[in-house]
């Protein structure tokens, strides 16, 4: 009977440390599973140099539009900035950089 006893202690010890982490494995992978909630939006303020008038906020803005991912756009002339909300899943900041460079216009600072 001793011998069974000791044997048997083991056995639900061995089935506890087996069956816990088992358990725990299957929680998280389930939470792992669920879907991932919509990344937030960034937003993005980038000096633009080069700007003279209202149709340069444009060209910018119809050129960072056209971006997958680029959901607003509001560049000012007068204070040579330009402001980009994105999703930063579909595009980043160095691609919006250089979708302004393509424009023909200079972004001092390399993000
Ligand atoms: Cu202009």
């Known amino acids: 009977m001793i011998t069974l006893r000791a044997l ?8 506890v440390v087996l ?4 358990l725990l494995a299957t929680a998280l992978a389930g939470c792992s599973r669920e879907p991932a909630a919509p990344s937030a939006a960034a937003t ?8 003279t008038c209202s149709a ?8 960072l539009t056209a ?3 680029v959901t607003s756009c509001a560049a000012s ?11 930063p899943g579909k595009t980043n900041p ?3 950089t250089a979708a302004i460079r393509a424009t023909g216009y ?4 390399t993000p």
């Open 8 to 15: 048997r202690a083991p056995c639900l010890a061995l089935t």
């Open 19 to 22: 069956v816990v982490p088992t």
């Open 44 to 51: 993005l303020e980038l000096r633009v140099e080069g700007m």
């Open 56 to 63: 340069c906020e444009l060209t910018i803005c119809g050129a």
């Open 67 to 69: 971006l997958p991912g």
């Open 77 to 87: 002339q007068p204070d040579s900035k330009v402001t980009v909300v994105y999703e």
């Open 94 to 96: 160095a691609q919006i």
């Open 106 to 109: 200079e972004v001092p600072s």
